[in-house]
């Protein structure tokens, strides 16, 4: 990794109680709220695997208005910032970027918190792109999502997350005079939101979520 600035990965989370509502064919309201604790820990894990070998300074952030994600954050030892309540995961997002900004990140990478099987290589290989030359790195989910963002800070532009995000952010990053660097890593294509992609979990993740609440 070139350059020094430290950089922050920000994980946005909403609270449990209210996750995961396409998966309710699935599960129940308690087991989509274990299974979306589950990942957030998982992605906390693999993180902190990839950060181990990089020269760079990368801080954990979680991104949230949640007491209770607030509590399991603060556990894992990673930083919160409070949304506040944002109308929109942009706007939270945003609130983040500029956060880090003023706490003297030179780079932010967004990434979230219930992707079904991040490999810490991947994971690496992201958090390890230079910016320097004016780049933002986008990695796209399969529906065209984003699923990784990393920009520079000050926050170059506006971030325009829903459907199709992608294309969105590739624009906006062009529109702000940077290179965007599209990176179309397979573990991070797949976060989980319908009932299809717990087809992609690790066995283990979907098995603990049943067993809590078997009673």
């Not at 274990?34 to 990368?58: K, S, Y």
């Not at 999502?145 to 000050?154: E, H, K």
């Not at 087809?199 to 009673?215: D, K, M, Y």
Request: glycine share 8%.
């Amino acid at each position: 990794m070139s350059g020094t600035a430290k950089r922050l990965v920000a994980i946005p989370m909403k609270d449990p109680r209210d996750a995961k509502t396409r998966l309710g064919l699935a599960l129940s309201p308690e087991q989509r709220g274990d299974l979306a604790l589950i990942l957030f820990r998982a992605t906390v894990t693999r993180l902190r695997e990839a950060v181990e070998g990089l020269e760079c300074q990368v801080d954990l952030a979680a991104v949230s208005a949640s007491p209770i994600i607030r509590d399991v954050a603060e556990t894992l030892g990673l930083t919160v910032i409070d949304d506040g309540g944002a109308p929109s995961l942009s706007l939270a997002l945003e609130a983040a970027a500029d956060w880090a900004a003023r706490h003297g990140y030179g780079a932010l990478c967004i990434l979230p918190g219930d992707l079904a099987d991040p490999d810490p290589v991947d994971l690496a290989w992201l958090l390890d792109h230079p910016l320097e030359g004016g780049t933002a790195v986008i990695c796209p989910a399969k529906d065209l999502g984003t699923n990784a963002l990393m920009v520079p800070l000050p926050r170059p532009f506006a971030f325009a997350y829903g459907a199709k995000s992608t294309i969105r952010h590739r624009r906006a990053a062009e529109a702000a005079g940077l290179t965007p660097v599209m990176m179309p890593l397979g573990s991070l294509r797949v976060d989980v939101d319908t009932v299809e992609d717990l087809h992609h979990l690790p066995s283990g993740h979907l098995r603990r979520t049943r067993q809590e609440h078997a009673q």
